[in-house]
């Protein structure tokens, strides 16, 4: 397909990484990794999704819990609608509940991407620091909204009681749920690779770096971001979806600003605009926080200053240390 | 009594909006001379509530604590300007924003580390206790409004110190150029920590006065923090001018949202839901506020002279 | 975080006769011990363990794990799921929350293992989603505000209700509802989250209203307690234990002063196993314990005595040593509903100055021998 880089190497390596985790952790009888590797898978497509806004679209969103957590609210609801087998009434139409992951991550990406085309549809006229602080914004309305919202479970959250289906699997097996996520993970990956390599991610690029330009020959920048940021927030909706059915739970904490905050950090420990640096950086992220939590309740700290070095002096991310440093700006 | 009570709800509105005045001035002076947006501003605030509640239970004197507050938040933030944020002005503000971030976590997780998971007590000083009547028959606080006269004086404070010395007249100099002033023989990198720690003092001050009134705790800076960015956005980021009438558009609509949306929808439902769905929206409504602000002006009520 | 304590290192090398020489316990504590909400948390723990501590040789079979879920959800699942599958423990507990026992409690009983609570009491696990292995050995969420409602009800005639607009604030202002039949003045929902109350007091001030119930829990009730005392409004406040409890006592100062409270627990309860709790608290921690640190402290005895009783192997006898509840509490009587909830005393409290100290004085029973509402939704027998 490709003339393989030492960056896409390093892919590679990492995504085979990933998968033979839960495969060593079943093997020396510590099933809890699997839990932890489908976390990883998880919060990498999350991380992936942003990254086609921030990395490619150089659009700094601070607001991307919105979009995770709206996903995770739809699953959580038609789960919980499937499950009382009461439809869901919108005045006009009603619509049945699902306990089928297909549907439910249509369902999800579906409406992450309205909700995406909204808060795009504003924020994305303006820039830089604008834009930042009203992603911000938007996502804690949602987060108000979800909290304040009682019909499910406002601050309390909606439990799944049965983890989704999916055709052919039995997704209670731990094991089977983290192959379903790390199948999303790669097929996102892909997509984010051709997008990348597309006349679509070449102007997305290009308007990153100069916008005149763009504009000057007849591309329209504002319409590019859109489309960008709508993927963007479809694919972390979709991976929102997978996180309330692997942790069997949705509340309005997956809304909060801390949520937007980690998805940017994922990216930059991993490497900015990297194919692979989403999931590196989830892999980093996920297993710091497991090790350094077993051994101090302070772990934050030492997280803050860690992220504080990666800015400061590592600024390619794990990627960029394994790969060196990119060709392009 | 209604009227009385009308008047009180726009002196709580002025009040909150005097509050993040305080905290946006900072944000916004910091954006528009060194170009830096800085998350850690929250942990600046948290940093003079928490100098102030240990001074004062220390001393017993509020007013040391109010003094202690101001030099701990200004020397924090000029620790950081230093260590840290020094190097981020050349960066991109994705950089910007994840470094403080972490400067967050930092703060927060040290905060306990020295204090502990419990709140600290700290109480509005003998001399600003008590309350004063208003027109119409109701009282009002002293403190509260010993709060806006502070930041009515802070306000004022600031335009002479940018419009009238030689301090502010570099700090206009480096909004515009900043080549230019370091090719005029200013000695810019102690220029921007000097701003940095007014910034950083301002945040602690409000720390401080609102620490008197809340729970003096970890994580307190965060919701204030939120409201001031959404305060500068409104007002236009950079401008001082702007954060003053952002933070009063913010205070009073989120204190009448707060006071009038539960009686509106009362009009036609029943006393526990229009709480509930008067509440929901009232939470929402600074941001709806900001949103249509931005849809007409993308670049706020007062855009400073750059982006 | 991740705190291996064997109870065992307190007890003496003396084997006593009578004790059964059960198999081990593994007990898993997930608490917050970090962000806003540490101090219940911390106090939860300290409680817990000083339970197992004071029960000398009885426990030394009883082995702890204890970690940190930072008050989020996700976390705490993650952390059960740890737990289970690879510290492979017998009984979780310890969970402050209500939002975090609705995400772990469901999944953590349906692979059989034990869930105890020590605190939170969301009404789906005392009503429809009741499960033989959940006990809950604080309270249902309602019971406190219950209690107010029967005291203002008997007390004023005219209050304002006030709480955060969230589930646990609509479920408390419905319990309260449920015992009081005067007229209300008013029912005002704040944000979850909030830090200045001053519109708030603005309209209870306005409201005409001889009397106040609030619930706000943390630092919301810290907050607005300094600010309502410094209005210069003389309404008088009654509202939950939670608001009052020790931990945020100091927090509030003076201010407190004078407010009625409900709670299951006071440091003035009189008996034994109350006193010795009291004191071997301030001995070992330094401070007053906290309503949360008494529950918790009651969790650590039922286990002690169930294990005493049966293996925890044998589920079936294990639960039937649990719900037969042969502890000393802290609280005197107690014993558990068909749904696993608590019937218990619920005392009216005065907050007052002892010396320098802040604390809570019993002056009045509200309730006696008291279940909850949602018993009858429970299949359990």
Redesign the interface.
């Known amino acids: 397909m490709m003339n393989l880089s030492r960056e896409n190497w390093v892919s590679l390596l990492l995504l085979a990484l990933l998968l033979a985790l839960p495969y060593a952790a079943i093997k020396f009888g ?3 990794y699997v ?2 590797a489908t ?1 990883m898978a998880i919060l990498g497509l999350a991380a992936v999704g942003l990254n086609i806004a921030l990395g490619l679209g150089g659009l700094v969103s601070f607001g991307h819990a919105a979009f995770f957590g709206i996903g995770g609210y739809v699953a959580g609801i038609l789960a919980s609608h499937a499950m009382s087998m009461q439809p869901l009434n919108f005045g006009l139409f009603t619509l049945p509940g699902s306990n089928q992951m297909p549907t439910i991550w249509l369902f999800a990406m579906l409406v992450g991407g309205l909700l995406a085309a909204a808060i795009g549809t504003i924020s994305l006229r303006t820039s830089g620091v604008y834009f930042i602080m009203i992603t911000l914004a938007f996502a804690q309305m949602t987060f ?1 909204f979800a ?2 919202w ?1 019909a499910y ?5 909606l ?1 799944i ?1 049965m983890r989704n289906q999916f055709p052919g699997f039995n997704t209670m097996v731990p094991l089977n749920f983290f192959l379903i996520c790390y199948g999303v993970l790669v097929a996102a990956l892909i997509l984010f690779a051709l997008i990348k390599n597309s006349r679509f991610g070449a102007a997305l690029q290009a308007a990153r770096q100069n916008e005149v330009r763009v504009a000057s020959v007849g591309i329209a920048p504002f319409r590019i971001r859109l489309v960008a940021f709508v993927l963007s927030g479809m694919i972390v909706a979709l991976a929102g979806a997978l ?1 309330a059915d692997l ?3 949705v ?1 309005p ?2 809304l909060s600003w801390h949520m937007s905050g980690e998805f940017i950090v994922l990216i930059i420990l991993g490497g900015v605009g990297r194919l692979a640096g989403p999931v590196a950086g989830a892999m980093l992220f996920v297993m710091f926080e497991f090790l350094l ?8 700290f030492f997280l803050g200053l860690v992220l504080l070095g990666v800015v400061l002096f590592a600024r390619g991310g794990l990627v960029g240390l394994l790969a060196g440093r990119q060709r392009h700006g | ?2 009227t ?2 009308f008047i ?2 726009l002196l ?2 002025l ?2 909006g005097v509050m993040l005045f305080l905290m946006a001035a900072g944000l916004t002076l910091i954006f528009g001379v060194m170009g830096l947006i800085n998350l850690a501003h929250g942990s600046l605030y948290m940093v003079g509530a928490f100098a102030c509640a240990t001074v004062a239970a220390y001393t017993g004197s509020f007013w040391l604590g109010l003094i202690a507050s101001l030099a701990a938040a200004a020397a924090a933030g000029a620790i950081i300007e230093i260590l840290v944020i020094r190097r981020l002005y050349e960066r991109d503000h994705l950089d910007q924003v994840l470094a403080t971030f972490a400067l967050i976590l930092v703060f927060s ?1 040290g905060t ?1 580390w020295l204090f502990g ?5 700290l ?2 000083p003998p001399l600003l ?3 004063v009547p208003l027109p119409g028959g ?2 009002y ?1 002293l ?2 409004l010993a709060i806006i006269g502070v930041g009515v004086a802070v306000a004022v404070g600031l335009f002479l110190l940018i419009t009238r010395t030689r301090l502010g007249m570099r700090i206009r100099a480096g909004e515009s150029d900043r080549e230019m002033i370091g090719a005029l023989g200013v000695d810019i990198r102690t220029l921007y920590t000097i701003v940095f720690a007014l910034g950083a003092a301002l945040a602690g001050l409000a720390g401080a006065m ?1 620490g ?9 800076g965060e ?2 923090l939120i409201l001031a960015f959404v305060v500068i956005v409104i007002g236009g980021i950079g401008s001082i001018r702007g954060a003053l009438v952002g933070a009063v558009i913010v205070g009073v609509v989120d ?1 009448m949202g ?2 009038l949306l ?1 009686q509106i929808f009362g009009l036609f439902m029943n ?2 839901q229009a ?2 769905v ?3 929206l ?2 929402m409504l600074i941001y709806i506020v900001m949103a249509v602000v931005l849809a007409v002006r993308p670049q706020g009520l007062f855009p400073a002279a750059k982006g | ?2 705190k291996f304590l064997a109870a065992s290192v307190a007890a003496l090398a003396i084997s006593v006769a009578g004790v059964a020489a059960a198999d081990p316990i593994k007990v898993g504590v997930i608490t917050t ?4 909400g ?2 219940l948390g ?1 106090d939860a723990r300290d409680g817990f363990l000083l339970a197992l501590k004071n029960a000398g040789d009885a426990a030394k079979d009883i082995e702890v794990v204890v970690e ?1 879920d930072g008050q ?3 976390l705490a ?2 952390i059960a ?2 737990m289970i ?2 510290d492979q423990v017998d009984i979780l507990t310890g969970i402050i929350w ?2 975090l026992a ?2 772990v409690v ?2 953590a009983v349906a692979q059989d293992k034990f869930y105890l609570s020590v605190n939170a009491g ?1 009404s789906p696990l005392a009503g429809s989603q009741c499960h033989a292995n959940y006990f809950n050995v604080a309270y249902q969420n309602d019971n406190f505000h219950e209690a107010m409602g029967q005291y203002a009800n008997e007390t004023y005639k005219k209050t304002v209700i006030m709480a955060p ?4 604030g ?1 479920d408390s ?1 419905t319990g309260f509802k449920r015992y009081y039949k005067q007229e ?1 003045a ?8 909030q ?2 109350y ?3 007091i ?2 209870i ?2 409201s005409g209203a001889d009397s106040l119930f609030i619930f706000l829990p943390g ?1 919301m009730g ?2 607005f307690m ?2 309502y005392a ?3 409004v003389e309404i008088p406040v009654i509202g939950p234990g939670f608001s009052f409890s020790q ?2 006592l ?4 003076d201010a407190a002063l004078g407010v009625k409270n409900s709670a299951s627990w006071s440091q003035d309860v009189d008996n034994e196993a109350s006193k010795k709790f009291v004191e071997t608290f301030q001995a070992e921690y330094g401070r007053l314990p906290s309503i949360y640190a008494a529950q918790a402290y009651d969790t650590g005895s039922l286990i002690v005595s169930a294990a005493g009783k049966a293996s925890v192997k044998d589920a079936d006898a294990f639960r039937t040593a649990l719900k037969a509840a042969e502890f000393e509490s802290v609280r005197g009587k107690f014993s558990f509903n068909t749904n696993n909830h608590p019937i218990q005393d619920i005392y009216v409290r005065e907050v007052i100055k002892d010396g320098d100290v802040l604390t809570n004085k019993i002056i009045a029973t509200a309730f006696t021998d008291h279940g909850d509402a949602y018993a009858e939704q429970c299949a359990l027998k």
């Open positions: 510590n099933p809890f839990t932890l976390r108000y909290i304040s009682p479970g406002g601050e309390d959250g439990s009681l996180y942790n069997r739970f509340s904490s997956m939590g077993g051994l101090t309740e302070r772990w934050q | 009594m209604q009385a009570l009180e709800q709580n509105g009040q909150l997780e306990r998971s419990f709140p600290l007590y109480d509005i206790q008590g309350t109701s009282r606080q403190y509260r609102v008197a009134l809340q729970s003096v705790q970890v994580g307190m919701p204030a204190t707060r006071f539960p006393a526990s709480g509930i008067g509440g929901a009232a939470s | 975080m991740k011990l970090s962000g806003g540490a101090g911390v940190d989020k959800p996700e699942v993650q799921d740890k599958q690879s209500s939002n609705m995400a469901p999944s969301p607009n969230y589930p646990a609509t202002l209300l008013g029912e005002i929902y704040t944000q979850v989250g830090t200045d001053a519109a708030e603005a309209q001030r306005a630092g810290i907050s300094k600010q410094q209005s210069g931990d945020v100091p927090a509030i100062g």
